[in-house]
């Protein structure tokens, strides 16, 4: 029976380190969308047996950056480019009703957190850390969620970003990386509106953060993609 045990335990680990390795390399794209996920060569190269590959496989998929095609072979999830338009204008709405409801119901604790966050973020466009980015940016928008005290907005929120690291991958790249400190300053700006309980100026400057990024990953998309997207919030 504790055999048993520790091989679960084992197997789990395993998943997890498989998992967290492979979620990194489709977040950062250097595995691009449509890759193959073959299930023998990675248990060849983390070197162990294919259930915990497919175990990691299977979480992936539920985060939705892997899919299974109809003949059973497993790709990194292409990028829908066609749902861009829809996509942004459900960002852009979470974006306005969570900075907005944030500067409604100010609460010190949540605001260390988010600052916290903030930071996080400040460093990462330092060192030019793109993967980092992405996770201090999220969990920025997130604990602004959080504060305007709405579960179901929130939920929705992280879903939306969660979904849409790979295109905020596109954005930063169009950057080659080093993120002007405008965009610092922007969420800068953000924690400012909230802190005053402004919350016209914080739906302003949510409205101006996602049209900033929609425009940068159209221009993105258009010149080195060569694959021109109109992506309009009007």
């Given at each position: 029976m504790e055999k048993e045990a520790e091989n679960v335990r084992v197997r789990g680990s395993g998943t997890q380190s498989v998992y967290v390795t492979l979620r990194r390399e489709i977040l950062s794209m250097a595995l691009e969308p449509g890759s193959p996920l073959d299930e023998v060569r990675l248990s060849e190269r983390f070197g162990m047996s294919r259930t915990p590959i497919r175990e990691a496989l299977l979480r992936l998929a539920a985060d939705g950056l892997v899919t299974t095609l109809p003949n059973r072979n497993t790709i990194v999830a292409p990028i829908d480019f066609a749902s861009l338009p829809t996509y942004f204008e459900a960002l852009t709405l979470m974006y306005r009703v969570t900075t907005r409801g944030a500067a409604e119901r100010r609460n010190g604790d949540i605001m260390k957190n988010i600052r916290l966050h903030q930071k996080d973020f400040a460093d990462a466009v330092a060192a030019r850390d793109a993967y980092a980015m992405i996770e201090a940016n999220r969990e920025f928008h997130v604990a602004i969620a959080d504060l305007a005290g709405n579960a179901?907005?929130?939920?929705?929120?992280?879903?939306?970003?969660?979904?849409?690291?790979?295109?905020?991958?596109?954005?930063?790249?169009?950057?080659?990386?080093?993120?002007?400190?405008?965009?610092?300053?922007?969420?800068?700006?953000?924690?400012?509106?909230?802190?005053?309980?402004?919350?016209?100026?914080?739906?302003?400057?949510?409205?101006?953060?996602?049209?900033?990024?929609?425009?940068?990953?159209?221009?993105?998309?258009?010149r080195d993609l060569d694959r021109p997207v109109a992506i309009n919030l009007s």
């Open positions: 179901y907005y929130t939920t929705f929120f992280t879903r939306l970003l969660d979904e849409g690291r790979r295109i905020l991958r596109l954005y930063y790249s169009a950057f080659d990386d080093r993120l002007p400190r405008q965009y610092v300053d922007e969420h800068e700006e953000m924690i400012a509106a909230i802190e005053a309980g402004d919350a016209e100026r914080a739906d302003q400057l949510a409205i101006a953060h996602a049209a900033q990024i929609v425009r940068q990953i159209q221009d993105y998309i258009a």
